[in-house]
């Protein structure tokens, strides 16, 4: 590959525990521009992310667990499902990219994740290989750190990156975010250096 992808830590895996974060909800809808959008993740775009994500296997592999294989439908299904249904819980609010001209075809997966403690949400982000370099990363991610820090009771949002993926540190240094530190973590992706970056924005 050419080029890093870019994405955030684990962008698509949703807290296994249940743990309401706010009382209030994000904007289901965000347009961002050139006819890009932010949409709430439904049931109904499960066969959208399972082509985009198979066709994207070599682009998310090097920085994603979950991307060592093409996913069954049956799995893309319930992650779609279990997406309507923590976003109800208040726990992640889990969106898909697309446009309004093309709503069915997913361009890239954002979530804002309640797992990183009390008054905080962490931005998880990837967008299609044939779509980077457009500024939807950080187009995206500018309207969920605005919308997460509008909700009651979150006060910080944090990107999380490996040391090594340099195009997915890109989004949060140009949104203003404050590099924190570097956490030791285990290795669990192919190019992964098990050093990790926390970048931080406040309200």
């Given at each position: 590959m050419a080029h890093t992808p870019i994405m955030s830590h684990s962008p698509d895996a949703p807290d296994s525990t249940p743990r309401p974060v706010t009382t209030g909800r994000p904007p289901e809808l965000l347009p961002l521009f050139d006819g890009y959008r932010l949409r709430r993740r439904r049931r109904s775009d499960a066969a959208g992310l399972n082509a985009t994500v198979t066709t994207n296997l070599e682009h998310l592999r090097p920085w994603m667990p979950w991307a060592g294989r093409a996913p069954e439908m049956?799995?893309?299904?319930?992650?779609?499902a279990a997406g309507e249904r923590i976003w109800d819980e208040g726990t992640d609010f889990m969106y898909v990219v697309?446009?309004?001209?093309?709503?069915?075809?997913?361009?890239?997966?954002?979530?804002?994740?309640?797992?990183?403690?009390?008054?905080?949400?962490?931005?998880?982000?990837?967008?299609?290989a044939a779509h980077t370099g457009r500024g939807i990363a950080t187009g995206a991610a500018r309207a969920l750190t605005e919308a997460a820090l509008a909700l009651p009771g979150?006060?910080?949002?944090?990107?999380h990156c490996d040391e090594a993926n340099t195009a997915s540190a890109g989004v949060p240094r140009r949104l203003g975010y404050r590099f924190d530190r570097v956490e030791e973590v285990p290795i669990s992706a192919p190019s992964e250096t098990g050093r990790r970056q926390i970048w931080i924005r406040e309200r």
């Open positions: 049956a799995q893309s299904v319930e992650m779609a697309d446009t309004a001209a093309d709503p069915a075809a997913v361009l890239g997966a954002f979530g804002l994740h309640g797992r990183i403690g009390a008054g905080a949400l962490e931005l998880g982000y990837w967008v299609d979150i006060v910080r949002v944090e990107i």
